[in-house]
C-alpha cells in the first residue's frame, strides 16, 4: 500500500526559506512521479510543483517558478520542496501526491495528510 508522509512544515517569516519533505513507502517500483499541494483556508487546492520519474522533469506553477525547487533522494525514497523567497500568501497546508503513472498527469491517487506552512512576521 502507498503511503506517502510529508515533514518540515512550521512557521517562518517573510521571505525566509523553509524545506518540506516527503517521504514515500509501498511503491512496487523505484519509478513514480510527486507532486505538490497547497489549499489555504477558503480557497481551492493548487498545484505547486511536480517532479515526473520518467525523466525527472520539474514543473512549477507560474507563482513559484523561481522561489521553490524539488529534488528528490532515491535513496530515502524522498522528494523535497524547497521554498524561498517565501509570502504571507503561501500560508497553506502542503500535500504531496503521487500519480499512478510516471509521469506528472492526473489524477493523482496517492495523497499524504499534508503539513502546515505559515509565513507571518
Known amino acids: 500500500q502507498v503511503q506517502l508522509v510529508e515533514s518540515g512544515g512550521g512557521l517562518v517569516q517573510p521571505g525566509g526559506s523553509l524545506r518540506l519533505s516527503c517521504e514515500a513507502s509501498?511503491?512496487?517500483?523505484?519509478?513514480?512521479?510527486i507532486g505538490w499541494f497547497r489549499q489555504a483556508p477558503g480557497k481551492e487546492r493548487e498545484g505547486v510543483a511536480c517532479?515526473?520519474?520518467?525523466?525527472?522533469?520539474?514543473y512549477y506553477a507560474d507563482s513559484v517558478k523561481g522561489r521553490f525547487s524539488l529534488f528528490r533522494n532515491n535513496a530515502k525514497n524522498t522528494v523535497y520542496l524547497q521554498m524561498g523567497s517565501l509570502k504571507p500568501d503561501a500560508s497553506a497546508i502542503y500535500s504531496c501526491?503521487?500519480?499512478?503513472?510516471?509521469?506528472?498527469?492526473?489524477?493523482?491517487?496517492?495523497w499524504g495528510p499534508g503539513t502546515q506552512v505559515t509565513v507571518s512576521s
Open positions: 501526491a503521487a500519480p499512478r503513472g510516471l509521469q506528472c498527469v492526473p489524477p493523482f491517487s496517492y
Open positions: 509501498g511503491f512496487t517500483s523505484d519509478y513514480y512521479a
Open positions: 517532479i515526473s520519474s520518467f525523466d525527472g522533469t520539474s
